[in-house]
């Protein structure tokens, strides 16, 4: 019987510093029946050279115009021709047996299932990474899975995922209109035309956090547009699928963070999820952050705190900036 192929899809903007040791990682993979398809989107340095150095049979490059990730990774998804789709952003790592450990998990499942990884952050070396259990390391049913990610506040990278094509392709492309936290709409409708989510613990991915460059890291009025768009099509993807109380009152709460979020950015972002909280029926959830934070949030309110802590913050980048361009 043949082995099935695996795309391994990487859309890739800037990421010269990092792209190398990626595709490394993937080259790396137990499962050798991969095809690695990198769209660099309109680099500003030299991660398209980087990429071609890795092209052969089984690395097929392309160059597009600047459009950003959800249009690179459409055309990722074009071109990919593998029974199952790994994502991979351009900075992250698999653990050489990831896709091994995943396929034959799922080779145990019934048809329509997708699986899930261990992952950890990590800044400079994969070696930093520790490995700690959270709720959403488990098997659910998709509206459970949903639930238990936004209740908490969890994420799951894209990494962590190995994803029957079929899934993928009932699910549909990624919504070129988004940037921030465009995974938001897109995986939610991904565990949603599936069976079920099996998390696979011995398979395990790397997530370089703490880069200026990141996607999560951008905060301005048309991120946070972005965003305010990406909830509201995920919440609506879940309520399609559950009409009940508990799927509204955890609408309401991912509302009600981004209120909390955005504050004082974006005024009327936020009068408009207002009123999506108010439709959901009210949340529940309450402001956090630091001890510092929730000291300040007791004292002045939760709206004081948030301008202190986004004034600190931007003072300390501000530092790191000076601190760079004087090395």
């Excluded at 459409?74 to 593998?82: D, I, M, P, R």
């Excluded at 994969?126 to 490995?131: L, R």
Aim: proline share 4%.
């Amino acid at each position: 019987m043949k082995k099935p192929l695996v795309s391994v899809v990487v859309a890739a903007f800037n990421a010269e510093p990092w792209l190398a040791e990626t595709l490394d990682s993937v080259l790396a993979q137990t499962w050798k029946n991969i095809e690695i398809i990198v769209v660099d989107d309109g680099s500003q340095d030299e991660t398209l050279a980087v990429a071609k150095q890795y092209e052969s049979p089984q690395v097929i490059v392309i160059h597009q115009k600047n459009q950003g990730q959800c249009a690179a990774s459409n055309h990722c998804l074009k071109v990919a021709q593998g029974d199952f789709i790994q994502y991979l952003d351009a900075d992250d790592l698999l653990a050489p047996d990831k896709i091994e450990h995943q396929l034959n998990l799922l080779k145990r499942q019934p048809a329509g299932y997708i699986t899930s990884a261990s992952w950890a952050r990590f800044y400079r070396s994969p070696e930093e990474a520790t490995f700690k259990e959270q709720a959403l390391w488990a098997d659910f049913s998709p509206v459970d899975w949903l639930l238990c990610a936004w209740e908490n506040h969890l994420m799951m990278h894209g990494a962590a995922w190995l994803l029957p094509r079929d899934i993928v392709e009932k699910a549909g492309p990624w919504d070129t209109r988004l940037s921030l936290i465009n995974d938001f709409d897109y995986f939610s409708r991904v565990i949603l035309a599936s069976q079920g989510i099996v998390f696979c613990k011995a398979a395990r991915t790397y997530y370089r956090s703490g880069l200026d460059s990141s996607l999560s890291g951008q905060k301005n009025p048309t991120a946070w547009k972005s965003a305010f768009l990406s909830l509201s099509k995920g919440t609506s993807h879940l309520l399609a699928a559950e009409d009940s109380h508990r799927v509204k009152q955890v609408c309401a709460n991912v509302f009600q963070r981004f209120i909390y979020e955005a504050y004082p950015a974006v005024p009327d972002l936020q009068a408009q999820a207002v009123l999506k909280v108010e439709q959901f029926g009210g949340a529940t959830l309450q402001p956090k952050g630091s001890p510092w934070y929730n000291k300040v949030s007791q004292v002045l309110g939760w709206k004081q705190a948030s301008r202190l802590r986004n004034y600190f913050r931007n003072q300390q980048h501000l530092l790191s900036q000076t601190r760079i361009a004087r090395s």
